[in-house]
Each structure stands twice: as C-alpha cells, then as structure tokens.
C-alpha cells in the first residue's frame, strides 16, 4: 500500500528572539532559502503547538514556544539552519488560507504575489453538508451533521444504531474528482469518540473496494485530536475513488465517532501556488489565467480591482462578462485582431462544427481531425506590410486525452503547447515573415481530436480579451467602439438605443425594433417590414396607382416547365420502341424578357452540362446521349434577366413493363451543389405506380428524410428531428462538403 510516512521535527523559537509563535493547528508552512551552496526548501503541516520552559546560561527560565510539524516535502531541518518558516496556508480554517510571498531571487523574479485558496478553493473533498460527505441513514448507521462546535467545524457524527453481522464500513466519502498516479493526498481531519478507539482503518481506493491506493490507522481519544495521512495514488484515473474511515469493528450499538475539518488535497496543490496568485505585481511572467494563459513581462495582475478618483487608459479598454470570457464592450482600435475571419477559420484539411458552445461566447467550436493542419491567417500583401513586427497569436483549444501541440510558422522554430481536458487559451509569439506568394499560414501538428475556437491575432507579446471578426472589417487603424449588449446614449439605465440580448437593436420606448434576420418595424408598428413585403398599418397602396414601369418591376419573375414525364417502353428488350416517340416540353418566361435561355441535363457527376438548347422550346428523346445508362433524367431552362438567372427543373423517366409497381424518385430544385457554402435548393419526392404519378394521393406525414456523410455525430443530431413530408429544403446549413438526402414512403 502506498501509505507516506512522513517525519516530525520539533521547530522551537529562540527565546532570546522575543519572537511569537503565530501558527494554529492544520497550517501549512513553508521555509525556502539559498545557504550561499545550495536552496533549502522544506514544507510541513502544523500538527501541534505549545511552550516550553528553557533553562538560559545566566540560570534564568524563559518560554521557548514551538511547533511540531510533519514534513510533507523537501529537506530535513537541521541544527544550524535557518529555521524561519511562513505560513502559506491553512487545511482547517478557511479564514487562514491567505499568505503573502515575496522574492527577489525565485526564477521570474522580482515580484509580489498575494496568495489564497490553496487549502480551499483547489481542495478535492472539503464537505459541509450531509450531502458533502454522502452520508444516508442505514439499519446500522444514523448521520448528523453540526456546523461548529468550540475549536472544530464541519463535523460529522456518526452513530451505531445496530450491530447487524455484517456490518457497513462507517463512513464512505465517495471522490467526484479524478486522481492518478503517482499523485500524493494530503488527508487533514479532526476525530474523537464517545471511547478511546485504536487502530481505526482508514482506506483511499476503488469506490467498489476491489483496490486500494493506501490505508492508514488512526488512534482515537474522547477529545479532539487533529490527524494528518498522506497516501500516494497506486492506480489509474479512471475509476471512481471512495475514503473510508471503517468503524465496524470499534464502535457498539449507541456509541459514536466524530470526524472534523476534513479536508483532502493534493500535495502539488500545496506545494506549489502559482495557480492561487490572486495578486501578482512586478515581473508577472509564469502567472496563468484562465482567459489571458501565460503572462508575460513586468506589471500587475489583479483578480479583483476597484479604483477611484483619477484612472487614466492608453491603449484599449475592454469589459469581460463576469466570468471573464466574452466581452461585453470594447473601446480601441477598431481591428485589433487581425486574424482574417475568426469566426470561421479556413482549415487545411477542412475541420468540422460542433454543437459546444464555444469558451469566448462567440462563435463556434471546430474539431480538427486531421493530425496536421494548416490555418490561414492573413494575406501575403498584409504580411509584406507587417514584415519584422511581434504578433501574439491565441486561440482556445481542449482535448478530451491531453496532448503536446506543435506550432510553426514561416521559418521558425515549432513551438510546443500543453493541452488538457479543459478549455485553455494558449498563445504563441510570432514574428511576421513575408514569403513571397504565400499568405500567413500557421501550421498546428499533433492536433488530432482537438476543438478549436476564436483565434486571435493581435500586436504584440500578451493576449488581450477576444475580438471576433468575420472578414468583413477593414484593415484601419482608426479608433471607435464595440458592445455585445446594453445600449447607446441616454443613461445607463435608459439608454436611447438598446442593445437586447436576442441581438436585435430597438429605441428606449420600443418605437422602433431591427431584428438580427432583417425585420422590423417603425412607429409603434404601423410601418413593418420582413424579406418578403412590406406592412404599412392604415394605409392603403392601391395596384391601380402605381404606374406601368412600377408594376412590371413588382411583378415576381420566375420560369416553368411543362411537359411529359414518362417515356413507356413494353419491356428492357425492344430498345427505342416506346411511347411516346419524344417528349417536347414548353418553357414559360414570366414577367420578364431574358437575355439568354440555356437547356441542361444533370449528368451522373452531378454538373449541369449543356443539353443542346437556347430557346425556351425543348425535344427530348428517349435516345438522348444525357441519360447516361440511367432512367431518370433531370433537365433544367436557365434563363437571364440582366446578371441574375432563373432556373426551372424538370424530370422524366423511363418505365418498363414488369417492373416494380411502385417507383420513387428525388428531383432537386437548383441541382445537387451549392457552390462555396451559400444557396440553398429544395428536393422533391414523387411517387409513381407503373408510369403513373400518385404522390398527391400519398399524405405529408407518410414521407420521411433522413441525412448521411461523414460527420455521424452531426447526421445523428440532424436525424433526431423529424423531416417529413412531399419536399425537403436543404440549405448550407444541412450540408458540410457532401452529404446524402435519403426519402422513405410508407404506402399502405
């Protein structure tokens, strides 16, 4: 069992010193100094305290007080050394958890850290509750819980009510947080009993009991007597950990045990409080925040900061929400970041979107499936501008098994990065390169499985609050202002414009509202408008009043198709002898004149290929080189007006005698491609039984789409949502690189 046995040492003040002893029981103490050879370190936990009475060479008494600590890490203290330890925190009272440190010759010196939470905040069981300790009443056990009682807090009293033959263990504290090996516990708890106990196990293992990292005995008294156990973690991470304090040995029906201050930490928590800097002023380089990462260079780092009288700002001014991720308001330069289009970043190969939101509260997560992929940032002819100069590239990263990322730009060096489990802004420096016909492009290795959010790139050495960009924003350096929500002008609490949290803008009295998708209104209302039309409330625009120019640009233009669908052939055998012999269909141009008109067929590639028409009359045989081996064929009439086309589709098939009754067949509105991501296009089932179309016969509800490509976590999420009915629109949202559009028809 990996059960630590740490050392006691006796630390005794010099009674001539006139110093105090400060220390309480549960502190955590902490000595470092350099002897001129070598650093001295040595960090213990405060078991006791007391006094003694010394015997002084002039033959006087005088009090020497003292401390008794356990040594949990570092060197041996010895006769000779310096012996003046301070306390960093305390496993007992929360009220002692703060420390200042000080140090002009630690790595990354000079600086000032103000320090709190070691023993508290980072603690893995700290319970104060009967739900903290997982305590539930049993025919052998009852459980109370007392917030304080004279010097202990915290505690839990635990009763035997029966004295069944087999018997719970006592108290079982299950572990929500995971520990591997080889991670060393730091066990701190007060205990007494209703009697002297001895030799009460005390076991850290599988929740289910088949293994266990280390166990302890603890000898128990009447009164309070504080403990200290140290066990080093055997096994993997993986499976749940339980603390057992086993008293079904000890106790008989009616006597009690009582157990306080409990409290169990890591011993890397203790030792080490880079992450419990709450204040850090000087050289702030190795601090790491949750939203800034590493720091870097001389300055202050404040979790909380409160100022008044004169505060002056050079440079930017950015707000967070409360949690420190997203920004609420920005004031600075206008393109602070210069990351092309943050938003969506474009990946070589292609990374995939995911639901999680993403960790800047703007924006989307990307997963990155390929091991090594490239990211473009700028244009070559931004990078020829910016030659020489020191950017900060960062962006938001997790990963479910932590990793080494390799980052590498232009001629550099690769840069390695530590992912975890968690959401972590990491940043690397980079010095812009112009390599002529290359755009800025970042190459991220080892990246396999990783998500990806909100890059950022930003002059200088230290992230600042993110700033999302889309690709629009000019690259100015002009200077202006940016709000995620509240408003504009007014007062703070009744601002002339507001900015509401579904992100539509609207006046202090609601006069007028512009929603996100373009709609709105005017005057209370009675002026609305959608993507469609517009409402005008007690006013009436009669069609008569317009003129003739007016009338014919409101008319909707548009074109259409008619014509036969089926070629019939009696069998497979008899080659062209079908009815009809061709199929002439007739296009309908309306409300307009077109430049141009253009027949195509959609080949088996899935392109629009010329069918060898230019007028709005077509003669299509069944002999037709489009068909390509198939029996359905899907035409469409392009027709111009201007720079825009008018597409109209039309589909026929080829039926045989002897065939399947029922046939199903999907025509696509604009085709099978939406080129760069934008458009959209609407598929349409049709049914036929024999050569005859009955889909009108067939109701909505019995026609069901369902969706396939690579992504099957994003096919499984669309197929969760019913799609149902004659007709799908499939918009870019629906399609990531490919996918396929699958109709089932229940006939009955």
Request: aromatic share 10%; with cysteine.
């Amino acid at each position: 069992m990996a059960q630590y046995d740490y050392s006691r040492f006796k630390i005794r003040i010099d009674p001539d010193s006139k110093k105090r002893q400060g220390l309480h029981t549960g502190d955590v103490v902490r000595r470092q100094y350099m002897d001129g050879t070598r650093t001295l370190y040595s960090l213990m936990v405060v078991l006791s305290t007391g006094e003694d009475r010394v015997l002084l060479p002039d033959g006087k008494q005088a009090s020497s007080p003292f401390f008794i600590g356990a040594l949990i890490e570092g060197d041996e203290p010895r006769d000779g050394e310096l012996l003046d330890f301070a306390r960093l925190t305390s496993l007992t009272d929360q009220r002692r958890s703060g420390a200042m440190y000080l140090t002009a010759s630690d790595e990354e010196s000079p600086y000032m850290d103000v320090i709190d939470g070691m023993g508290t905040e980072r603690s893995l069981c700290r319970p104060s509750s009967l739900a903290g300790f997982g305590c539930r009443e049993s025919e052998t056990w009852a459980y109370r819980y007392i917030p304080s009682e004279g010097e202990a807090e915290r505690i839990m009293r635990l009763t035997r009510t029966a004295a069944p033959a087999a018997a719970e263990a006592g108290l079982q504290i299950p572990f929500s947080v995971s520990v591997v090996h080889p991670q060393r516990l730091v066990i701190s708890f007060r205990i007494r009993a209703s009697k002297a106990l001895e030799a009460v196990p005390l076991r850290f293992g599988y929740a289910d009991g088949t293994e266990t990292d280390g166990s302890d005995t603890v000898d128990v008294s009447t009164a309070w007597q504080y403990r200290l156990s140290l066990i080093t973690v055997d096994f993997p991470a993986a499976y749940p950990r339980m603390l057992t304090f086993d008293l079904a040995a000890h106790l008989a029906a009616g006597e009690w045990c009582e157990i306080a201050d409990l409290n169990v930490c890591l011993l890397e928590h203790l030792s080490s409080f880079a992450d419990a800097s709450k204040i850090r002023v000087g050289r702030i380089s190795g601090v790491s925040d949750p939203l800034f990462g590493m720091l870097q260079g001389y300055g202050a780092y404040f979790q909380r900061l409160y100022a008044t009288r004169d505060v002056n700002v050079a440079g930017t001014l950015t707000a967070g929400d409360e949690a420190g991720f997203g920004s609420t308001f920005y004031v600075g330069r206008i393109h602070k970041n210069r990351f092309v289009n943050s938003l969506e970043p474009a990946f070589s190969p292609t990374a995939s979107v995911v639901t999680e939101p993403s960790p800047a509260g703007i924006g989307v997560c990307h997963r990155i499936a390929a091991d090594e992929v490239r990211i473009e940032c700028q244009s070559e002819a931004w990078t020829e501008a910016h030659a020489g100069q020191l950017y900060c590239l960062s962006f938001w990263i997790r990963r479910e098994t932590a990793t080494t990322l390799r980052v590498q730009y232009g001629t550099s060096l690769p840069q390695e990065l530590a992912v975890g489990q968690e959401w972590t802004r990491l940043h690397v420096v980079l010095t812009i390169e112009h390599l002529p016909g290359s755009n800025m492009v970042i190459t991220i290795g080892d990246a396999a499985g990783c998500l990806f959010s909100s890059p950022q790139l930003e002059q200088g050495r230290t992230p600042t609050l993110y700033q999302a960009t889309d690709g629009v924003l000019d690259d100015t350096e002009e200077y202006g202002a940016w709000f995620c929500r509240g408003g504009v002008g007014g007062t703070i609490q009744h601002p002339l414009l507001r900015l509401n949290e579904d992100g539509s803008i609207s006046s202090a009295d609601g006069s007028f509202v512009i929603n996100r998708d373009g709609t709105g209104y005017f005057s209370g209302g009675r002026f609305r408008w959608d993507k469609d039309s517009i409402t005008l409330q007690e006013v009436t625009i009669r069609w008569e009043d317009l003129d003739e120019t007016t009338q014919q640009q409101m008319k909707p233009r548009f074109v259409s198709i008619e014509g036969g669908t089926v070629f019939h052939f009696p069998d497979e055998l008899m080659g062209s002898l079908c009815d009809p012999a061709e199929i002439p269909l007739t296009g309908t141009i309306h409300n307009f004149n077109p430049g141009s008109c253009l027949w195509e067929y959609l080949a088996d590639d899935g392109q629009w290929k010329s069918a060898g028409g230019n007028t709005t009359a077509y003669r299509l045989k069944p002999d037709f080189h489009g068909w390509e081996g198939r029996d359905v064929l899907t035409l469409r009439l392009t027709a111009c007006f201007g720079d825009t086309p008018y597409h109209a589709t039309h589909t026929v098939f080829k039926h045989y005698d002897g065939t399947d009754s029922y046939s199903l067949y999907v025509e696509s509105e604009h085709g099978t491609v939406l080129r760069n991501g934008q458009g959209s296009t609407t598929l349409r089932a049709r049914v036929y039984k024999g050569g005859t179309e009955v889909t009108a016969r067939i109701p909505e509800e019995r026609f069901r789409w369902s969706r396939s490509s690579r992504d099957a976590e994003s096919d499984a999420s669309w197929n969760m949502q019913e799609h149902r009915g004659r007709t799908l629109l499939v918009t870019d949202d629906d399609v990531w690189r490919q996918a396929t559009f699958n109709c089932e028809v229940e006939i009955s």
